[in-house]
């Protein structure tokens, strides 16, 4: 009897804790069914993460069955910056509890996919619209009855009805990359129109405004690539490159047609992948040549001189030794007024003594070689200088920028991204040699213009067409200075807004871009496009001076009346001695007179 007692408590034990566990929990074929779509959702892109929020539900027992960390979010909201693996999938066990509010983490997580489980009878198109409304678009929701209908309902944002329902008896996938086609949906996009990056131009055969250049391009292709319409703003404002990055900053904007550079940049999250790495250095004019008139004085180096004056000297000991293997006729006359060793040295002949002794001879031959040498040298110097003047010196440091009479042309932008990023290069420029423009366009103007009243500061992408052009100029006037950059590698990049679902689409846009070359391609075409579209004229600009005077007798004048005030002199000597002779001859007279009275 104790038996059967124990046995009947055993039994409704049991029994009680099976219907109290029926009764607790979702059934398990409910979880069975559950687990394998947790499964062939690993299958379909890996995950090994779990993110999962709300009490315990459906999706907690499977997941502890799955070989993957967890996250258990009961609260909503998770306190703490998302430092994971971003490869997670998000298991909700309702729409409502999952109700984020770490920036952090709903920044990083936006693009994961979603699993929501409706508990109630809900509609699941309500449930895609609230996830929309927080761009999410990564949704799929399963319903209390999922073991028997095996369905699950994924939102397709772009696609009508925006509900798809994917069974699992079939091959489909439950998450798609929707942005791949957005169906003609707007893209709000503005473009800074500074060239050649994005160019305005109408289109011929439908009329439109559309744009052109090798930033513009990049957006113009992306678009047309996800099928979607680029809604392209025209501001017709001074500051447009501010405004644009403000725009992008306060969500107006999806993409801005213009490019930050890594200087100005303050939020990592508002830009894109970096589109063009560079140089960004100060474009300076080309030195002048110096006159022809100077070139004649630039040759004449004291040191040479020197130098061939100590030879000379040299030369003439050695000649008035040898001749009579003496020291005798040594003076500084004889050294200094040698007129073999003068005449050898300029070219000229001289009387070879008849009979001369070997080693006379020897230094005869020295002073026809150093003749040969000097005047062959001081020939070619002046014929080569002037055929090709030499040029002012260039400008070598940031320091001595001042003293060149150039100031640096830039916008204030630029400066305050250098002056934020502590640059130590900019910090040596005094800021008198600088000339800040408020209004971007207008400090460009003035450098596409090549006006030479400043020195300007140029990206090397930029720099590229500008190149291009110079090559149709008669003489460059402006050289890409690559020892004066502010930085040798500089990121360029698109400015997107914050939370803009593509942005990966984008990105990976802009590397297959320059995977395929077409980057490269576009920078090449730039100028030509710029004169295509009428920017820029396809002229001379380095304004060159049609004739350049040669050298005149007025400009070697001054060597001739140097030459005629030492004749003067001498003439004047000759007279002074003369007079001096003769006066002393005639006191000399005198006094013979005074002896002969006596
Ligand atoms: C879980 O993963 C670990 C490491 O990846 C592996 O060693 C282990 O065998 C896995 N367990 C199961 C049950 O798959
Ligand atoms: C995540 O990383 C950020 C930056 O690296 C750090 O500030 C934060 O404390 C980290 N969060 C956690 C929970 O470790
Ligand atoms: C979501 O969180 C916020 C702030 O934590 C709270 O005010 C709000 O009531 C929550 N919403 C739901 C539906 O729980
Ligand atoms: C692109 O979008 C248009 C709607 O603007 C649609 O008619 C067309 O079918 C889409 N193209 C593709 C390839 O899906
Ligand atoms: C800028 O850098 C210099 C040295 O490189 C340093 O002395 C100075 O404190 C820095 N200034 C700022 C504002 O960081
Ligand atoms: C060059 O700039 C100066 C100073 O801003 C200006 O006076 C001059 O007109 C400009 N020259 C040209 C050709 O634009």
Not at 125 to 141: G, L, M
Not at 316 to 335: E, F, G, H, P, T
């Amino acid at each position: 009897m104790a038996w059967l007692i124990i046995l009947l408590l055993c039994a409704g034990n049991s029994s009680a804790r099976y219907i109290r566990d029926y009764i607790h929990k979702s059934s398990p074929h409910l979880e069975d069914r559950v687990f394998s779509l947790l499964v062939r959702l690993q299958l379909e892109e890996f995950y090994d993460t779990l993110l999962l929020y709300g009490e315990d539900c459906v999706f907690h027992s499977p997941s502890r069955r799955l070989n993957v960390s967890t996250v258990l979010v009961s609260s909503g909201s998770s306190n703490f910056d998302w430092n994971f693996s971003s490869l997670t999938l998000i298991l909700s066990c309702s729409p409502e509890d999952e109700n984020e509010t770490n920036y952090q983490t709903l920044a990083k997580l936006q693009r994961n996919r979603r699993l929501v489980y409706l508990r109630e009878v809900t509609n699941p198109h309500s449930v895609c619209e609230r996830y929309s409304q927080k761009e999410q678009y990564n949704v799929a929701t399963i319903a209390e009855d999922f073991d028997r209908s095996r369905t699950v309902y994924a939102c397709r944002h772009f696609r009508d009805p925006s509900i798809e329902e994917v069974s699992l008896l079939e091959r489909n996938p439950v998450f798609i990359e929707q942005f791949r086609n957005m169906h003609g949906k707007p893209i709000r996009a503005v473009a800074d129109l500074l060239s050649p990056r994005s160019m305005l131009y109408v289109d011929a055969k439908t009329g439109d405004m559309k744009t052109t250049g090798y930033v513009a391009n990049l957006v113009n292709t992306f678009a047309e690539r996800v099928n979607a319409t680029l809604e392209l703003e025209v501001l017709a404002n001074k500051l447009i490159v501010k405004e644009i990055l403000s725009m992008v900053e306060n969500e107006q904007l999806d993409i801005g047609i213009t490019l930050e550079s890594s200087f100005r940049m303050t939020f990592i999250d508002i830009s894109s992948y970096p589109y063009i790495l560079t140089s960004y250095c100060l474009m300076v004019q080309v030195p002048a040549k110096l006159p022809y008139n100077l070139v004649y004085a630039m040759i004449i180096d004291p040191l040479v001189l020197g130098i061939i004056f100590l030879l000379f000297c040299l030369l003439s000991v050695l000649l008035v030794y040898s001749q009579k293997m003496s020291w005798q006729d040594l003076s500084l006359a004889n050294i200094v007024l040698n007129d073999k060793s003068l005449r050898g040295l300029l070219g000229q002949s001289f009387p070879f003594p008849l009979n001369a002794s070997k080693k006379l001879r020897l230094i005869f031959t020295i002073l026809c070689f150093a003749s040969i040498m000097l005047t062959t040298m001081y020939e070619a110097y002046l014929q080569s200088f002037f055929t090709n003047p030499p040029s002012e010196p260039e400008i070598r440091s940031f320091q001595d920028i001042g003293s060149y009479n150039r100031r640096i042309a830039m916008p204030a932008l630029e400066i305050n991204g250098l002056i934020k990023t502590n640059n130590s290069h900019f910090r040596g420029i005094r800021v008198d040699d600088l000339e800040i423009f408020d209004n971007m366009p207008e400090c460009y103007e003035q450098r596409d213009a090549f006006n030479l009243s400043y020195n300007y500061v140029v990206t090397g992408d930029r720099w590229r067409s500008y190149a291009e052009q110079q090559t149709l100029f008669k003489e460059p006037v402006f050289y890409y200075a690559r020892d004066l950059c502010f930085s040798r590698l500089i990121f360029l990049s698109v400015p997107l807004r914050r939370h803009l679902p593509y942005r990966h689409l984008f990105d990976e846009h802009m590397m297959q871009q320059h995977e395929f070359g077409l980057v490269n391609y576009w920078m090449s075409h730039s100028f030509f496009d710029m004169v295509r579209l009428g920017l820029t004229p396809l002229e001379d600009l380095s304004r060159p001076i049609a004739y350049t005077p040669s050298l005149l007798m007025d400009d070697i004048s001054w060597i001739l009346k140097i030459y005629l005030a030492a004749m003067v002199l001498c003439v004047l000597c000759l007279l002074l001695e003369i007079g001096v002779d003769m006066w002393k001859r005639r006191v000399k007279f005198r006094n013979l007179q005074i002896l002969n009275t006596f």
